[in-house]
């Protein structure tokens, strides 16, 4: 079992920037991606980024591309997402999963794991 935990979220004005944070505990010698998706209200959850933590390789969704970087710290164990030029379509619910699967980093089927998510909120 592999625990996540996010933190970093809040409420920032259009333009602005925030990081997030992903902090795994428990199996994590088995996670072979982590990613971050994003729920708005009303909307089905969608894939933003992910990076797999042998080699580094990244994906990212069209709509954060350019504004968004995924990185890890294998040390620490954690997952970060820095996020710029926030827009208010940014605004939903931010997940981080992990799988320990080699699989498409855009599948979400594929990750075992979930956080309980953090509330990103752009004010326009």
């Known amino acids: 079992q592999v625990q996540l935990v996010e933190s970093g979220g809040g409420l920032v004005q259009a333009g602005g920037s925030l990081r997030l944070s992903c902090a795994a505990s428990?199996?994590?010698?088995?996670?072979?991606?982590t990613a971050w998706f994003r729920q708005a209200p009303g909307k089905e959850r969608e894939f933003v980024a992910a990076i797999r933590w042998i080699g580094g390789s990244t994906d990212y969704a069209d709509s954060v591309k350019g504004r968004f970087t995924i990185s890890r710290d294998n040390a620490q164990n954690t997952v970060s997402l820095q996020m710029n030029s926030l827009k208010p379509e940014d605004t939903a619910v931010y997940y981080c999963?992990?799988?320990?699967?080699?699989?498409?980093?855009?599948?979400?089927?594929?990750?075992?794991?979930w956080g309980q998510g953090t509330q990103v909120t752009v004010s326009s």
């Open positions: 999963a992990s799988t320990p699967r080699y699989t498409l980093l855009s599948d979400q089927s594929a990750y075992d794991y």
């Open positions: 428990g199996r994590t010698f088995s996670t072979s991606a």
